[in-house]
């Protein structure tokens, strides 16, 4: 297993086009993580996952953003009718948790550069 | 909603200078990490802080998690042009959910 691998790496769309993005994870991390992120800002939430189970999503995100993970292994990133503001590298990330809950350390991807016109 | 900042936003040394970044939660965090994002890369794990006022070393590297657990500090001594990136600074709240401060960007002049 060679980490998080994130595709595509770039994506060029017109306004108004839908988007996907995939995320393999770490085979044995059980949680997977999405995150936005724009030069000059940090990672700013956007769901994750527990196994096939979505526990949360950023209330900042609007309903043409929809994210899977059907399995448990993969997740894929939708973008629906896609703004000039959705411009970002959407970053995917995953962890393991220990017993005890300490661990929840991120291991992330490349990344997904979109880049809407 | 829980918030985390950092300060400074940039930070420009000397290198062989020192430096520190500082972060700071709106509410009192689980654990603390630390990511070091290099320009063009994404962000890499270099520590977790758990237990209150817990300082860790990592060579030239010292974290800090304060006694509130709200708070939370990076210091590198004798800065290094590989030390150049941003640093975030991220806290995981009782959901399991991890929050990334806004980071510092430091460089470094040879």
């Known amino acids: 297993d060679t980490g998080v691998s994130q595709n595509p790496r770039h994506k060029i769309t017109k306004r108004g086009q839908n988007v996907t993005f995939r995320c393999d994870p770490i085979?044995?991390?059980?949680?997977l993580y999405w995150y936005r992120q724009t030069l000059g800002q940090g990672p700013e939430f956007l769901t994750y996952f527990q196994n096939e189970a979505q526990l949360e999503k950023s209330r900042l995100l609007s309903d043409r953003f929809s994210a899977e993970r059907p399995k448990g292994s993969f997740s894929t990133l939708e973008i629906q009718r896609t703004e000039q503001g959705d411009s970002a590298m959407y970053l995917c990330?995953?962890?393991?948790?220990?017993?005890?809950?300490?661990?929840?350390?991120?291991?992330f991807g490349a990344g997904s550069r979109l880049t809407v016109l | 909603g829980q918030q985390v900042m950092q300060i400074p936003q940039y930070q420009h040394v000397q290198e062989g200078e020192d430096f520190t970044t500082y972060c700071n939660s709106s509410t009192t965090l689980s654990n603390i990490q630390w990511y070091k994002q290099r320009p063009g890369g994404h962000p890499v794990f270099l520590i977790q802080l758990v237990k209150s006022g817990e300082v860790k070393k990592q060579k030239r590297l010292t974290f800090q998690f304060g006694e509130a657990k709200k708070n939370s500090s990076l210091h590198i001594t004798a800065t290094q042009t590989t030390d150049v990136g941003t640093y975030f600074c991220a806290g995981r709240t009782s959901y399991d959910k991890v929050i990334f401060g806004p980071g510092t960007s430091l460089s470094v002049i040879p």
């Open positions: 990330a995953s962890s393991s948790e220990l017993v005890g809950g300490e661990a929840l350390v991120l291991t």
């Open positions: 085979s044995e991390h059980n949680r």
